[in-house]
């Protein structure tokens, strides 16, 4: 993908594209923002701009350069066919690539940044003017893969490029942000949400365009149809137990799903945006029914916060219908 085929972060990519036309490219970006905006798309379309013999600085799209940046090896790592791209990310490479006997599972390893960067960026690209870096979700570097890397980062060669991808810029290191420039994508609008459902034949509702936070990812997968039928199982599961005689049949509902810390957090998203659109229905009238559907929503907030402290599922659920019930 070039430039021109990312949605809805015009100031982000004006900003990379007028430091390639002016030659002013800093050789390390930090692409900050949440997950599914369009970080990694332009990350590969600087990378193109970059190795690109056709149209330098901009890229083409459809020279060879361009079609090996973005297409993946067959084989694991599966990682692009361009020699002068090169990905960083947790567990990508084998262990036996990095010297390891074990996998990565708990961060970017001080082996892989030593092996695939350090010692890659010491010598020139192998066929085009630029050799580029990018490191996905690279707040998951470890401490000393870190710090291995900030020599390099600091005093690359003049064709060696690094762009880090993070939705969690603060797990970076004071040392890596201080020699990265900050490029910020922000959440997409509604429409630009609904264009990207649209170009995969996805019907856009209004509870999946909330639940997405402006992330086309998080849209995607709420579009889909087995996730759009468990959380109205859900919301029609939770309304139901509201409506029970006593507590005690209604606490029957933990009981009755197949609940993990995940699956319930996106279900309890969904009953609040259940409350949110009912409140906002219930408004034009002058009824309670707008405070109503308000506290029931604050209540589904309470409920995540217990989820993200660790409250067992089963008892964050009881909690809440015990609470709702109360509204």
Known sequence: MLFDGILGQE???????TALASGRLHHAYRFEGPDGVGKEQAAFALARALVCPEQPDVGCGVCSACRRVMTR??????VPLHPDVVVVERGLYPPAVLGRSSPETTGIGVEQVRRIVVARASYPPHEARRLVFIFRAAHELTTNAANALLKTLEEPRR??????????????LDTIRSRTLPVRFGPLPDDILIQILARRELEADATSIALAGGSASRAIEACDPEQVARRERFVAAVLGALRAPDLGE?????ASQTLDRAGLTRDLRALGQHFALAGRDA????????????????EVLVA????????????????LVARLRRT
Do not use: I, M, W
Request: glycine fraction near 4%; charge should be negative; aromatic fraction near 4%.
């Open 11 to 17: 100031t982000a990519l004006q900003t990379l594209k």
């Open 73 to 78: 090896s067959q084989e694991p790592p599966c």
């Open 159 to 172: 064709d060696v490029h690094f762009v880090l991808l993070t939705d969690q810029p603060r797990r970076l």
């Open 250 to 254: 209604a606490l029957q509902l933990g």
């Open 283 to 298: 408004a034009a009238g002058a009824t309670e029914l707008p405070v109503r559907h308000a506290n029931r929503y604050q």
């Open 304 to 319: 995540l916060d217990a989820l993200e402290r660790n409250c067992p599922p089963v008892l964050a659920l009881e909690a």
